[in-house]
């Protein structure tokens, strides 16, 4: 058994996610403010975690990559349990370790880490020393199902929202591990080819990320400024 996954993503209309780069409001409003009703609706669903990926999380939140003069084999695959005090918790996808830590939270939402077992022994070290979770995801970090069954198993997660970037959205949706689709259109376009987007799965030429799976729209609602926000369930989901 595994928690439910909510995609919840915001998109310019031509379905890209750097925000950075969108056109900017008519109205003279910033992203920001215009936004906002993002980060409500991610509330509204009441998550027991959000769940984003590790070049995310180095843009938005710890640019930092650790670094340590010594590498060594960790010893046990055991999960670990750190400071778990908030209400909702923020699950970073870094297979390999990369991030450096300088918080046990970010947006005040404690952090459990998802690892590939290549990891060291150091970075264990230094993921305790702040008081941040962790668990497995396999020998390369990438096995999403186990890591989301031991987020239910372990530590009680029942429903993540996924917020991206792609790559992870990707990721997930070839695995067939999402439910749902909450998908907000900002009224900007960014245009460039290349540039991150909703679903951004690393394969070969051919392959189809999301076969066998199919979308059904339940709702469409105009929000402020624009904002369109369209949500759908996945049926063949890998449950
Ligand atoms: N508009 C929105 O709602 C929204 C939301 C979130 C992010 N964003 C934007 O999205 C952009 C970043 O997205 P992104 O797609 O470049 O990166 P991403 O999805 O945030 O992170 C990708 C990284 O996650 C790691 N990862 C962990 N498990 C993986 C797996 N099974 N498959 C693939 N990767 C896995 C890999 O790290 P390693 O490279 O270390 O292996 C991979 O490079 C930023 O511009 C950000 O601002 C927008």
């Not at 409001?25 to 609706?41: A, M």
Request: with cysteine; hydrophobic share 35%; glycine share 10%.
């Amino acid at each position: 058994m595994r928690p439910e996954i909510i995609c919840h993503m915001m998109s310019s209309v031509d379905g890209r996610l750097d925000c950075d780069r969108y056109t900017s409001s008519f109205d003279g409003k910033t992203f920001d403010e215009v936004s906002e009703i993002y980060f409500e609706i991610s509330n509204r669903y009441d998550a027991d975690a959000i769940m984003i990926g590790r070049k995310t999380v180095q843009k938005h939140y710890f640019p930092r990559y650790f670094s340590s003069r010594t590498s060594t084999a960790v010893k046990s695959l055991d999960s670990y349990k750190g400071n778990l005090k908030s209400k909702r918790y923020t699950i970073i996808a870094d297979p390999k370790g990369k991030i450096f830590y300088e918080s046990d939270t970010a947006d005040g939402e404690n952090i459990i880490a998802v690892l590939g077992e290549t990891v060291s022994a150091e970075y264990l070290d230094h993921l305790k020393v702040t008081g941040i979770s962790y668990v497995f995801a396999g020998p390369a970090g990438s096995d999403m199902k186990l890591a989301l069954e031991t987020l239910k198993k372990e530590f009680g997660i029942n429903k993540i929202l996924l917020e991206g970037g792609g790559y992870i959205n990707g990721a997930f949706l070839k695995a067939g591990l999402i439910d749902q689709l909450s998908l907000m259109i900002y009224p900007g376009i960014d245009g460039l080819a290349g540039t991150s987007t909703i679903f951004d799965y690393c394969g070969i030429a051919d392959e189809l990320p999301a076969k066998n799976q199919k979308l059904e729209f339940k709702a469409a609602e105009v929000l402020n400024d624009g904002i369109v926000w369209l949500t759908y369930k996945i049926h063949g989901a890998n449950g």
